[in-house]
Antibody, heavy 123, light 108 residues
Framework: EVQLLESGGRLAQPGGSLRLSCAAS????????MTWVRQAPGKGLEWVST????????YYADSVKGRFSISRDNPKNTLYLQMNSLRAEDTAVYYC????????????????WGQGTLVTVSS | EIVMTQSPATLSVSPGERATLSCRAS??????LAWYQQKPGQTPRLLIY???TRATGIPARFSGSGSGTEFTLTISSLQSEDFAVYYC??????????FGGGTKVEIK
């Protein structure tokens, strides 16, 4: 059974940093690109970042580029999101998600989502 | 960036009736469109990909159609568990990956 379990979300100060983790199990982790998607309170879904299966390719939304960094540890089956220079508008539930396949299209069509971890940025 | 626009924002439907949700892309995305369902307090669930292919375990009352810039999600006979927010997402041309703003299907 595929499982994705996020952790690391908490209250952070504007300008501060957080690192989110997503522990994956039940599938061949290194085969699949992995993605972070966020959802601000009462709002819709927003793509944040994607990393290729091998970790070489990384992609970011303009809203987080230069501030967030995605990475993965394949032997540990874990995905990360390093979040720096946090802003109030980064407040959201952060989901990690797995694609249904490993090609360009299906790597970002998400069949499994974690339960999410809440990041609140406030002074 | 491809902008995805969903309409209506809210759809009021009685149980057993048909619901038709629309999603429009700002440029052609071929059939590279997915639909997700999200119930309150839950994570999104993949319903449809490739514009019309049901994901594993999705009931046949959910169907998707369209290509290019105009897409439709149809729920043929709404069940109580179908009242939720529905999002479309394009994956034809990314980054960035983009979602529509959502359509809330509520009980009439």
């Amino acid at each position: 059974e595929v499982q994705l379990l996020e952790s690391g979300g908490r209250l952070a100060q504007p300008g501060g940093s957080l690192r989110l983790s997503c522990a994956a199990s039940g599938f061949s982790f290194s085969t699949y690109a992995m993605t972070w998607v966020r959802q601000a309170p009462g709002k819709g879904l927003e793509w944040v970042s994607t990393i290729s299966g091998g970790g070489v390719g990384t992609y970011y939304a303009d809203s987080v580029k230069g501030r967030f960094s995605i990475s993965r540890d394949n032997p540990k089956n874990t995905l990360y999101l390093q979040m720096n220079s946090l802003r109030a508008e980064d407040t959201a539930v952060y989901y990690c998600a797995k694609g249904i396949g490993s090609d360009y299209y299906y790597s970002v069509t998400f069949d499994y989502w974690g339960q999410g971890t809440l990041v609140t940025v406030s002074s | 960036e491809i902008v995805m626009t969903q309409s209506p924002a809210t759809l009021s439907v009685s149980p057993g009736e048909r619901a038709t949700l629309s999603c429009r892309a700002s440029q052609s995305i071929s059939s590279n469109l997915a639909w997700y369902q999200q119930k309150p307090g839950q994570t999104p669930r993949l319903l449809i990909y490739g514009a019309s292919t049901r994901a594993t375990g999705i009931p046949a009352r959910f169907s998707g159609s369209g290509s290019g810039t105009e897409f439709t999600l149809t729920i043929s006979s709404l069940q109580s568990e179908d009242f939720a927010v529905y999002y479309c997402q394009q994956y034809n041309n990314w980054p960035p990956l983009t979602f529509g703003g959502g359509t809330k299907v509520e009980i009439k």
